[in-house]
Structure formats: C-alpha cells, structure tokens
C-alpha cells in the first residue's frame, strides 16, 4: 500500500501530522508493506526566494490579525507540538520561499534518503535557531548532507533552478486535481485522503480501511491457455 503525503516545510501542521501519521504507522500490523512518499505543495508560491520576513509579521498580514494573536497560535502550536515529542520555537523563526527544498526532496527520493531530509528540514526550521532561508544554499547543502546525501550533488541540484522544478509543479498540479487546497493532505492507496494533522486514531483507522479495501487479484482464466513457469513451458501438443 502506498501513502502520499503532500506538505510544505513551511508548515507547522504538516510538522506535528507527520509525527501523528508515524505514530500510527509504527502499531500499524501491515506497517512493512506500507510506502510513504513526500509530495510537494507551497503554501506561499508567489514569494520570491529572497524574501525572509519574521513568521508573526507574515501571520499578522496574512490572516488580518495582531502580532499578538499570532504569537498566541505560534504557543498553541508549540504546546500541540510537544505532546508529540517535537520541539518547537515559538520565538523568533522566519518565513520564506521553499521551491529549492522541495527540489532538493525530488533529489534526495531518488537517493532513498527523502524521509530522512524532510524531517531533517522540519527540525531546522521549526527547532533550530539558524535560518533554512536566510543562509543560502550552503545551509541546505549541510541539512542535506546530514541526511546521507553527498554535497557536491546536492550543490549542483540547488545551484541549476531547472533541476527537479518540473517534478515539484507535477505534485502542486495534482494536488489540485485531487482537491488538495491546504496541507498536510494525505492519500492513501489513491482511494481515500486525510486531511489535516489529524490525531494518530484517525491516521490508524484510515490506514486499517485503506488496507482492508485492497481488492484481491481477480484471475480471468478460461482454463487450457499455455502459458511459462518455473519448470518450463508447456509444449503445443497440436
């Protein structure tokens, strides 16, 4: 069974539902046979890549709301975060463009190290006090290298904007397609989606139904057609 996750690293709530999803899928029976692939989805597009602003004064613009009222949901958040074992600065974090971190994830799933960049990437942005977006490539080439990626590699990926950039408009189409408006948005054996950082008992109920859907091979067998196996095959009698 496959689940496909569409998020942003600039989202807080695909943060904490990854770490709900996970939890689920650790006391999940079938959890072996269970692909996760990261999908790509910006929250904030339009902004240019050297645009950085503090996360409260991006908030406050966005939702219409006080610096005040936002540092109170950025609280919210961290508490929400905590009860899933995440540390979260509530405090003094940015926001910018990330077009280049998910073409570098395009990068890394070829590599079979994706799950390991995109949770290195959420720790950085949501619990380290260094800027994911404010330090240039070389910051990344570094997160990407913890995650077993080579530098060089990943330097030259962020330094050609062409590179992966199809493949990340791919996703963002096809998150349209499938009605994706806001994220995380998860999708499981493309029969059913999960919306939102849902608590772990939705993602284990979703994951049993996903599951339990699975349609048995139906063999189409007239009966008498020769056919090739592991002992030869058959020999045309006529």
């Known amino acids: 069974m496959r689940v496909e996750i569409w998020s942003d690293i600039a989202c807080p709530w695909c943060y904490v539902g990854k770490a709900r999803f996970e939890k689920a899928l650790a006391a999940f029976p079938h959890r072996d046979e269970v692909e996760v692939v990261h999908r790509s989805f910006e929250l904030d597009p339009g902004r240019a890549k050297g645009d950085v ?22 609280d919210n958040l961290g508490a929400q975060a905590a009860a899933e074992g995440l540390d979260y600065r509530t405090r003094d974090r940015d926001h910018g463009n990330t077009f280049d971190m998910h073409r570098l994830l395009h990068f890394a799933k ?20 260094r800027s994911v977006f404010s330090e240039g490539d070389e910051r990344l080439v570094a ?3 913890e995650a077993g990626l080579d ?10 904007p062409a590179a992966y950039a199809d493949e990340v408009r791919a996703d963002e ?34 994951l049993s139904q996903a599951w339990g859907a699975r349609s048995p091979l139906k063999l189409i067998d007239e009966g008498g057609a020769e056919a090739c196996g592991p002992d030869g095959c058959a020999v045309p009698q006529h």
């Not at 590599?111 to 006090?129: M, P, S, T, V």
């Not at 530098?151 to 030259?156: I, K």
Request: proline share 3%; aromatic share 8%; glycine share 8%.
């Open 151 to 160: 530098a060089d590699a990943a330097r030259t990926v962020l330094a050609d």
């Open 143 to 145: 997160l990407a290298v």
């Open 173 to 206: 189409r096809e998150a349209a397609q499938l009605g994706a408006n806001g994220v995380p948005f998860f999708v499981l054996d493309r029969k059913y989606g999960v919306s939102g950082a849902q608590p772990a008992e939705v993602f284990t109920q979703a």
């Open 53 to 74: 602003q503090p996360v409260l004064r991006m908030l406050a613009k966005k939702y219409g709301m006080s610096e005040a009222q936002a540092q109170a949901g950025e």
């Open 110 to 129: 070829e590599q079979g190290k994706q799950d390991e960049l995109i949770q290195i990437l959420y720790r950085a942005n949501f619990a380290e006090e």
